[in-house]
């Protein structure tokens, strides 16, 4: 893909515009559809986009490997770390009232804000590993060889 | 068409045009969130995930000397068993399908007061449903550690030695 300049220059745009659609997703899936699953989808896609026209070796250099194969981690500890601190303020596990007692509605929002968060990050760097794995034992072809 | 081809390239590139047509049904049928889903994973990251394990394999598929035919007749019979399971299911959208009736309307009517927010979906998901969205998260994680493990893991350890 060297010579790919119309490519790389819409990809360039595309990317930003993507990440942004995908936080939208992500922090308005209480409103709109979507959620969690739906944002990281589409945030990994940003960055297998970027990985496919732009070379592996670079976008490994925005998303190390090993952030990608660990940060997928973190999203589950967010989301049970969310039910084991509602354990530990004395309500039952992921009961979101125990993040704001006073104002249930508040502590379930917050609550379901913070679990797809959670969810998001495991699929988005769950994604961007398996790409990894993938694209990581082919070898590089030119664009004959397609 | 994409059974008699014998370039597996095209076959991708149709599947993915093929997950895209269905993203598109999705939103007909007012599943924008599902659409999401299956235009980001299906014709954008399972496309990619194929090419790549094309670029390691062969590009043409092999000639097969097994016949056809009745690997044809057992698919189309399945294909019109599903068909005509189709019938007895209430149409598209019908206000008394029971799926509309028992749990769906109780949800509809409770979402908003308990949390105030005005997608059920995600109440239901994120809220309602917790402990199974935590199990499906966790499933997502050990597929990608299935993953890491059979093929970055070995490349590693071949880089070490």
């Known amino acids: 893909m060297k010579h790919h300049l119309i490519l790389k220059v819409i990809t360039k745009f595309m990317v930003g515009v993507i990440v942004l659609f995908g936080l939208y997703v992500q922090f308005h899936g209480d409103y709109s559809p979507g959620g969690g699953f739906q944002a990281g989808v589409i945030i990994a896609a940003a960055f297998i986009l970027y990985g496919i026209v732009m070379g592996l070796e670079n976008v490994q250099k925005v998303m190390p490997i090993w952030f990608a194969q660990k940060a997928a981690a973190v999203g589950v500890l967010v989301y049970a770390l969310t039910g084991v601190f509602s354990i530990i303020v004395g309500f039952e596990f992921l009961n979101y009232h125990a993040i704001s007692p006073e104002h249930p509605k508040h502590g379930q929002h917050y609550g379901i804000i913070l679990v797809e968060l959670g969810v998001g990050i495991t699929v988005t760097f769950v994604m961007i590993a398996i790409y990894y794995g993938f694209a990581g034992r082919t070898p590089r072809l030119d664009d004959k060889e397609w | ?161």
């Open chain 2, 1 to 161: 068409m994409a059974l008699t081809l014998k370039h597996l390239f095209a076959v991708i590139m149709l599947s993915g045009a093929f997950s895209l047509v269905s993203a598109m049904l999705f939103v007909v049928m007012d599943a924008v969130d599902v659409a999401f889903t299956e235009a980001a994973v299906g014709a954008g990251v399972s496309t990619v995930l194929m090419l790549a394990t094309m670029a390691l394999t062969v590009r043409v598929q092999k000639e097969t000397k097994r016949p056809i035919l009745f690997p044809l007749v057992v698919v189309c019979l399945v294909g019109v068993l599903l068909i005509y399971g189709t019938l007895d299911m209430p149409n598209f959208g019908a206000f008394d399908s029971p799926a509309q009736l028992h749990l769906g309307s109780t949800y509809l009517s409770i979402t908003y007061k308990d949390m105030g927010i005005p997608n059920v979906v995600t109440g239901i998901l994120a809220s309602y449903r917790g402990y199974d969205t935590l199990g499906e998260t966790v499933v997502v994680l050990t597929a990608g550690l299935g993953v890491i493990l059979l093929l970055s893991g070995l490349k590693g350890r071949k880089d070490k030695e």
